[in-house]
């Protein structure tokens, strides 16, 4: 994927969007949400477990890679959740898919300060980043 904008010249430069993908984790009818531990402007703030796609690698095994790395646990991944999110002044877009755990694997946090499961009426009483909370 890719944007324009204009140079110094007024000439429309080519660059590559970065995408970012995030796990709306769901069991038992509630959704994963994680508390990010940093940089001190979001601590304390949640999101969609998931990260950068590497290049050369899909979205989904990006996603399957970012819950191991995050939570440790193994995920399956599903369709495609709301909208691409703009982010980082248009550098970035944002793709969340829905997913579940396997194997009976239960989330840890080892990069959140917290994680929550919260049900559809439990989901405005966390305060989102500005691109999950479209989601």
Not at 97 to 123: C, I, K, M, V
């Amino acid at each position: 994927m890719w944007t324009e904008r204009a140079n110094g010249g007024g000439q429309a430069a080519r660059r590559d969007l970065k995408v970012i993908v995030g796990a709306a984790i769901i069991e038992d009818g509630r959704v994963l949400a994680c508390a990010r531990s940093a940089p001190p402007e979001v601590a304390g703030m949640w999101e969609f477990p998931g990260g950068k796609v590497e290049p050369g690698e899909s979205e989904t095994a990006a996603l399957v890679r970012e819950c191991a790395e995050e939570l440790a646990v193994r995920v399956e991944i599903g369709e495609r959740v709301g909208r691409n999110v703009r982010m980082a002044h248009g550098r970035s877009v944002l793709k969340v898919y829905a997913a579940r755990l396997l194997y009976g694997d239960q989330p840890t946090a080892l990069e959140h300060s917290a994680l929550r499961w919260l049900s559809a009426d439990e989901l405005d009483t966390v305060t989102w980043l500005p691109a999950d909370a479209p989601i």
